[in-house]
């Protein structure tokens, strides 16, 4: 593999600034441990969650134990320990005991601060058990938890405290709980709850043990061409799903598509999801910018009211060119440059960028990221034919369409030279613009040509 890419780090123009850090996949996101809180900060969120009375001791020797950060003998040692400063009127807290005795490290206490925090938002939410923090964002935190009633694993999506006056930042977290409901399709995350306990408004759905697209991209580079197509394949499928259904997700990008541990990609976050009827919302967006720079189609950059399908086809086009490539399709200093891109700049083929892509799927994704949305596919379906063609090593036959450009033209000409008695051949290219179907096209024009030309010229001579 080659070496890891520049990760881009643009911000978002939704006016919701939805983080691109919260994942649903397990584990604690080492982004965030890159991050780690000081061991006051930890203490500050201990005091804050003991206020009902619990001893700050007593919940941190818990935590510990039960989260294997520290034997029970090394966590009763520190006790002891503080307890007799205590006495000689030293203060020193049972956190900073186990980190001063390297039974735990700076690290762990990021992650018992994580832990202490989940147990915080998890314990108003009636019916579930959080077991972890899975990711955090500027709009929301979401936790790995155990649905009681049935005994399984889900992740909840909780709104942070502060944002509980805010009726706009409410109801786009409501939306998308009922945008995601309305869908149920093997590549979707699926939505299983969404409502409110005390000052908690939170939302539950398919816990994916997995990884996006992007940690892939970080990772690896890029993706080879056959996995990608796959990926894009179940991921047009999700598409098509939502788009039947009267619903655009606006917001396709490799880190809300995810990969679970047997392959399967699902489509995350419906955050930015709205139904094609739904005129109020259009009329109240219009004019704004809702996506992600790097992926976000020209009509939604322009702030058009009637974005459709092909806008989601757009963005699955940007995502699966960075996937074969390796770069986003356009880069900039800034997220408004690279929009401007976006809406005026050429696309560089991606066989250009990657000689080792088939035409295949290069006329693919140009055709799914022309500028304008009539050039593009119609529908999720019409691109699924091309994909799977091309996963069969076939032509595309939507993309791979018999056009008559300037270099058709000049093959007519040679046809007519050739009627003439003049044989005129067309200098080879790498990527010969006419297609195959149009070559043949034109053989018998010229065969047709040369043979009313003979029939004219006998017919003088009689």
Same mark, same amino acid.
């Given at each position: 593999?080659?070496?890891?890419?520049?990760?881009?780090?643009?911000?978002?123009?939704?006016?919701? !600034?939805?983080?691109?850090?919260?994942?649903?996949?397990?584990?604690?996101?080492?982004?965030?441990? @890159?991050?780690?809180?000081?061991?006051?900060?930890?203490? &500050? !969120?201990?005091? &804050?969650?003991?206020? =009902?009375?619990?001893?700050?001791?007593?919940?941190? $020797?818990?935590?510990?134990?039960?989260?294997?950060?520290?034997?029970?003998?090394?966590?009763?040692?520190?006790?002891?320990?503080?307890?007799?400063?205590?006495?000689?009127?030293?203060?020193?807290?049972?956190?900073?005991?186990?980190?001063?005795?390297?039974?735990?490290?700076?690290?762990?206490?990021?992650?018992?601060?994580?832990?202490?925090?989940?147990?915080?938002?998890?314990?108003?939410?009636?019916?579930?058990?959080?077991?972890?923090?899975?990711?955090?964002?500027?709009?929301?935190?979401?936790?790995?938890?155990?649905?009681?009633?049935?005994?399984?694993?889900?992740?909840?999506?909780?709104?942070?405290?502060?944002?509980?006056?805010?009726?706009?930042?409410?109801?786009?977290?409501?939306?998308?709980?009922?945008?995601?409901?309305?869908?149920?399709?093997?590549?979707?995350?699926?939505?299983?709850?969404?409502?409110?306990?005390?000052?908690?408004?939170?939302?539950?759905?398919?816990?994916?043990?997995?990884?996006?697209?992007?940690?892939?991209?970080?990772?690896?580079?890029?993706?080879?061409?056959?996995?990608?197509?796959?990926? !894009?394949?179940?991921?047009?499928?999700?598409?098509?799903?939502?788009?039947?259904?009267?619903?655009? +997700?606006?917001?396709?990008?490799?880190?809300?598509?995810?990969? %679970?541990?047997?392959?399967?990609?699902?489509?995350?976050?419906?955050?930015?999801?709205? @139904?094609?009827?739904?005129?109020? $919302?259009?009329?109240?967006? /219009?004019?704004?910018?809702?996506? %992600?720079?790097?992926?976000?189609?020209?009509?939604?950059?322009?702030?058009?009211?009637?974005?459709?399908?092909?806008?989601?086809?757009?963005?699955? =086009?940007?995502?699966?060119? +960075?996937?074969?490539?390796?770069?986003?399709?356009?880069?900039?200093?800034?997220?408004? $440059?690279?929009?401007?891109? +976006?809406?005026?700049?050429?696309?560089?083929?991606?066989?250009?960028?990657?000689?080792?892509?088939?035409?295949?799927?290069?006329?693919?994704?140009?055709?799914?990221? #022309?500028?304008?949305?009539?050039?593009?596919?119609?529908?999720?379906?019409?691109?699924?034919?091309?994909?799977?063609?091309?996963?069969? =090593?076939?032509?595309?036959?939507? $993309?791979?369409?018999?056009?008559?450009?300037?270099?058709?033209? @000049?093959?007519?000409?040679? /046809?007519?030279? #050739?009627?003439?008695?003049?044989?005129?051949?067309?200098?080879?290219?790498?990527?010969?613009?006419?297609?195959?179907?149009?070559?043949?096209?034109?053989?018998?024009?010229?065969?047709?040509?040369?043979?009313?030309?003979?029939?004219?010229?006998?017919?003088? =001579?009689?």
């Amino acid at each position: 593999m080659s070496q890891t890419p520049r990760q881009p780090d643009l911000t978002e123009t939704s006016p919701l !600034a939805r983080s691109d850090e919260s994942t649903l996949n397990a584990g604690l996101d080492p982004r965030l441990q @890159a991050d780690a809180p000081t061991i006051r900060e930890t203490e &500050e !969120a201990l005091q &804050e969650a003991t206020k =009902g009375g619990t001893n700050v001791d007593t919940l941190v $020797a818990r935590l510990v134990v039960d989260n294997g950060l520290a034997l029970p003998e090394e966590v009763q040692h520190c006790l002891e320990k503080a307890k007799v400063l205590r006495e000689e009127k030293n203060q020193a807290s049972l956190v900073q005991l186990l980190v001063d005795n390297e039974y735990v490290t700076r690290r762990q206490v990021a992650r018992l601060k994580q832990i202490i925090e989940a147990e915080r938002s998890g314990q108003k939410i009636p019916g579930y058990k959080v077991l972890g923090k899975l990711g955090a964002g500027a709009m929301a935190t979401v936790f790995k938890a155990k649905q009681l009633s049935l005994d399984r694993i889900v992740a909840i999506k909780v709104l942070p405290r502060k944002f509980t006056s805010n009726a706009q930042f409410i109801e786009r977290f409501y939306a998308e709980g009922r945008s995601a409901a309305q869908l149920n399709h093997p590549n979707i995350v699926q939505a299983f709850d969404v409502g409110k306990a005390g000052d908690y408004h939170y939302f539950v759905m398919e816990y994916v043990d997995g990884r996006t697209v992007f940690d892939d991209i970080a990772k690896h580079k890029r993706y080879s061409e056959p996995d990608a197509i796959d990926i !894009a394949i179940q991921t047009a499928e999700a598409l098509q799903h939502a788009h039947e259904r009267g619903l655009i +997700h606006r917001d396709v990008k490799p880190k809300n598509i995810m990969i %679970t541990t047997q392959g399967v990609a699902k489509l995350a976050d419906m955050g930015l999801a709205r @139904a094609m009827s739904d005129k109020e $919302a259009a009329e109240a967006e /219009a004019g704004k910018a809702f996506g %992600t720079p790097y992926y976000i189609s020209p009509e939604q950059i322009r702030g058009e009211k009637t974005v459709g399908p092909p806008s989601d086809i757009y963005s699955l =086009g940007a995502t699966l060119y +960075h996937m074969v490539t390796g770069n986003v399709p356009f880069d900039g200093k800034n997220p408004s $440059a690279v929009m401007h891109k +976006h809406l005026k700049s050429e696309l560089v083929p991606p066989d250009h960028v990657n000689p080792k892509l088939s035409a295949g799927i290069s006329e693919v994704i140009e055709m799914m990221m #022309a500028k304008d949305p009539k050039q593009r596919y119609q529908s999720a379906k019409d691109l699924l034919t091309d994909l799977r063609a091309v996963r069969k =090593g076939e032509p595309p036959p939507i $993309a791979h369409k018999e056009v008559v450009p300037a270099a058709a033209l @000049a093959s007519l000409a040679a /046809a007519e030279a #050739a009627a003439a008695g003049q044989l005129v051949e067309a200098e080879p290219e790498s990527r010969p613009l006419v297609r195959e179907p149009l070559v043949i096209a034109l053989a018998v024009v010229a065969i047709i040509s040369i043979a009313v030309n003979i029939l004219l010229i006998a017919t003088r =001579g009689s």
